[in-house]
């Protein structure tokens, strides 16, 4: 493979944000869009990175399946937050969103404290951390956005000898066809899913995919044989400010084995790992994780 021209090609700053909990209060199983709101609502006073990373969906026109340039990944589910635990959750910036990190810092930490949930109970926000690096942006004041340092998902772009592969769903799958979620979802899903992912972030917000090889992986795909599907519905409902309405948010969770040739695959999956797959990943859904082996 040649090293000067990957397969793909796109920036992405892990922001790991952990605020400590003044009050014991309960939360949903799922803080997705919870602490969307509070990442935007700290983010109005900088309407020029508020509007390119909140009000994508206008800018494009107002189309349905705009994608957004950033992901939360929000918490394990835990009912109950006692005063001085701490709520730990990362917001991925991606390709030219990363030219909006420092107001998205400086408006966390101008903040400082939030009100989160229905009951609105207090968070303190204790630092901001690189997602991946673990380096120290910011912290009692002291700002040090050198250690925001981008990463880029062609380090995953070559291929990993592997025979065996198992995918873990972490959080809920949602990926639709014809209006329906899709409940048995296949290999040639998965890797669909992904290749179209960046394809669409990386035509909106700078990077690169090579297109033919996209094709022939999901080509191949179909020759990737299922050992083992233990998926299962993960019911779950939202309330939509917008729509003032509850929104069914349910997917699919759990584990899918494979074999075969996957060593042309393991690119696209080491990529889904960062970037998830399906809908509502800004919000954390469709995250998961891949295990090799070698037969």
């Known amino acids: ?14 922001l790991l944000i952990r605020l400590e909990c003044k009050e014991t209060t309960r939360f949903p199983a799922f803080l997705g869009s919870t602490l969307h709101g509070v990442t935007g609502w700290a983010l109005l006073q900088h309407s020029e990175s508020y509007a390119y990373l909140f009000e994508n969906r206008r800018l494009g026109g107002a189309k349905q399946d705009i994608v957004n340039p950033y992901i939360i990944e929000p918490p394990r589910p835990k009912s109950v937050y006692y005063t001085g635990d701490q709520l730990c959750f990362k917001l991925v910036l991606l390709g030219d969103a990363i030219h909006y990190a420092r107001h998205l810092v400086t408006s966390l930490a101008q903040v400082q404290r939030f009100g989160i949930g229905a009951e609105r109970k207090i968070f303190e926000l204790t630092d901001i951390l690189h997602g991946n690096q673990y380096g120290l942006i910011w912290k009692q004041g002291q700002l040090d956005m050198n250690a925001a340092t981008p990463e880029n998902i ?65 080509e191949l795909a179909s020759h990737v044989r299922a050992v083992s599907a233990a998926l299962y519905l993960n019911q779950m409902h939202r309330y939509s400010n917008r729509k003032k309405e509850s929104v069914d948010w349910s997917g699919m969770l759990g584990t899918l084995t494979f074999e075969g040739e996957l060593s042309p695959f393991t690119p696209w999956l080491n990529a889904a790992r960062v970037l998830h797959i399906g809908r509502n990943s800004t919000l954390g859904c469709g995250q998961m994780d891949v295990v090799y082996r070698s037969m």
Not at 1 to 14: C, G, H, T, V, W
Not at 181 to 198: A, G, K
């Open 154 to 218: 062609s380090v995953h772009a070559l291929q990993d000898h592997a025979s065996w592969c198992s995918i873990h769903m972490v959080t809920p799958v949602r990926i639709r066809r014809g209006g329906a979620l899709v409940q048995e979802i296949n290999f040639p899903t998965i890797i669909r899913s992904i290749t179209r992912r960046i394809q669409t972030l990386t035509e909106r917000y700078g990077g690169y995919m090579n297109t033919d090889i996209s094709m022939k992986a999901c």
């Open 1 to 14: 493979m040649n090293r000067q021209a990957p397969i793909f090609s796109l920036e992405y700053l892990p």
